[in-house]
């Protein structure tokens, strides 16, 4: 079966990336199609789609080519059970009349004798119209976003600056491609990745070098009725046993900021031996202010490298990395 997913256009590289790693690991497909704002992944089941973050919405595959083969297809298309509607989306290129073309493949469907509701609809045929595609299917999941704002970095209980944002956290876990088992973030400051890591029922560690942060990370686990798996310890020196974790996602200090604990260099040189020791699965996807191939390349096989401008003297750098064998 065929999914369509609608990214996030903020941060659609990251996105994309998601949706790649998702289809893969979690639904054992891969993704064969792409356009603006748009994956269509082959997948062999459907699970876990409440885990996605930077994806707005899921459909089941139905159609993709042009509005005229649309109006056709909807001719053809089977009936749904209970009651329907149609809601057709614009994403960018061209401009499609979004009313009245739902209400012209609304009145094809009615005409074959489907129920239409669009106040209550059991059923929603989601047409997305890019600059030089169509594509529909029948829509299964839309993303609660809500949620991320409610745990914004300065709303919970233990803040600092610096902390990104839950949603994008989250969809960083989501690239380490870890279905069940144990996510490690080795720097975990107020423990932004870990909450996402736990609220979507992954098993945790997060370390901290710092003590006084570690006590407020254990503060916000709390707060989420998380487990309080944050131990106080060195990057450098994990205080974990080898191949004790399935994915590692941390965010660098970055060499702007005062808090790191020693040297950054020595950071760089030594994390990455010991997140190689502890990981028995895959991927690390970390964020940095600085290229690091240099001290990860023994260890990890970049899988793939994103930059984003975050302010004028920072530009981040994500990696996604695969564990050397
Ligand atoms: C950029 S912040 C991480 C922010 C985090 N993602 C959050 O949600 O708050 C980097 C964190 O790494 C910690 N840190 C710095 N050096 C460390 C080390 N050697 N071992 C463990 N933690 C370290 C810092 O104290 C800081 O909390």
């Not at 489907?114 to 059991?122: E, G, L």
């Not at 309080?228 to 191949?243: C, F, Q, R």
């Not at 994390?271 to 996807?285: K, N």
Request: overall charge neutral.
């Amino acid at each position: 079966m065929k999914l369509i997913f609608l990214l996030s256009g903020d941060l659609e590289y990251v996105a994309r990336k998601e949706v790649e790693v998702f289809s893969k690991e979690i639904l054992g497909g891969k993704v064969i199609l792409e356009d603006r704002q748009i994956s269509v992944a082959e997948v062999s089941e459907i699970k876990l789609l409440e885990r996605l973050s930077l994806v707005h919405e899921v459909s089941e595959f139905l159609f993709s080519g042009s509005l005229e083969e649309l109006k056709s297809f909807v001719n053809e298309v089977e009936l749904p059970e209970g009651k329907m509607c149609v809601r057709v989306r614009n994403i960018g290129g061209r401009f499609v009349p979004s009313n009245e073309f739902e209400k012209e493949l609304g009145a094809i469907f009615y005409r074959r004798g489907a129920k239409i509701s669009v106040s209550n609809p059991d059923k929603i045929f989601r047409v997305y119209v890019t600059e030089n595609n169509v594509y529909a299917g029948w829509l299964i999941h839309v993303t609660n976003t809500k949620q991320f704002l409610e745990r914004r970095p300065d709303l919970k209980p233990f803040f600092r600056p610096g902390a990104v944002v839950p949603r994008f956290a989250r969809s960083l876990v989501n690239i380490t491609g870890v279905e069940n088992g144990v996510v490690l973030d080795p720097m975990c400051g107020t423990g932004t990745m870990i909450i996402e890591a736990g609220l979507m029922n992954l098993d945790f560690i997060g370390v901290e070098a710092f003590e006084k942060i570690a006590k407020g990370c254990a503060i916000n686990l709390r707060y989420y009725n998380l487990p309080v798996n944050v131990i106080v310890g060195d990057a450098k020196n994990l205080p974990l046993a080898d191949e004790s974790v399935d994915g590692i996602v941390t965010d660098y200090p970055y060499l702007q900021s005062s808090m790191s604990f020693g040297d950054l260099r020595e950071l760089y040189e030594k994390s990455f031996p010991e997140f190689h020791r502890v990981l028995r699965g895959e991927r690390i996807v970390f964020l940095t202010n600085m290229d690091v191939e240099e001290f990860f390349e023994d260890y990890f096989i970049l899988e793939s490298k994103f930059y984003q401008k975050v302010h004028k003297s920072l530009t981040r750098r994500i990696y996604v990395c695969r564990k050397k064998k």
